[in-house]
């Protein structure tokens, strides 16, 4: 069964730091395009980073170039999210997620969009 589970989110300060874990079950994580997707309240769904399979590729929003790392660890089958300097319009439910292809990165995220997706976890940014 593919399963994936992101920890790592909570309440943060502006300017604070959080670091999401996405372990992944069921499949080979590095064979795969994965993908941090956010969805702030009353907003739609957004790519903020991803990173490509076979190849040295990385995507970021420009709102969190600069701030936000995507990384992987193949041993542990798990996909990281580094985020600093965080900022109050950071405050989203993040997902991980397997693209269904890197062409999607270019388009609005839906669902559809992706393969697999974790159930989310909360990142809110307040002082």
């Known amino acids: 069964e593919v399963q994936l589970v992101e920890s790592g989110g909570g309440l943060v300060q502006p300017g604070g730091s959080l670091r999401l874990s996405c372990a992944a079950s069921?499949?080979?994580?590095?064979?795969?395009?994965m993908a941090w997707v956010r969805q702030a309240p009353g907003k739609g769904l957004e790519w903020v980073s991803a990173?490509?399979?076979?190849?040295?590729?990385?995507y970021y929003q420009d709102s969190v170039k600069g701030r936000f790392t995507i990384s992987r660890d193949n041993v542990k089958n798990t996909l990281y999210l580094q985020m600093n300097t965080l900022k109050t319009e950071d405050t989203a439910v993040y997902y991980c997620?397997?693209?269904?292809?890197?062409?999607?990165?270019?388009?609005?995220?839906?669902?559809?969009?992706?393969?697999?997706w974790g159930p989310g976890t909360q990142v809110t940014v307040s002082s």
């Open positions: 069921g499949f080979t994580l590095s064979t795969e395009h």
């Open positions: 990173i490509a399979t076979g190849v040295d590729r990385t």
């Open positions: 997620a397997s693209l269904v292809s890197w062409w999607h990165l270019s388009q609005p995220a839906q669902r559809n969009g992706a393969r697999y």
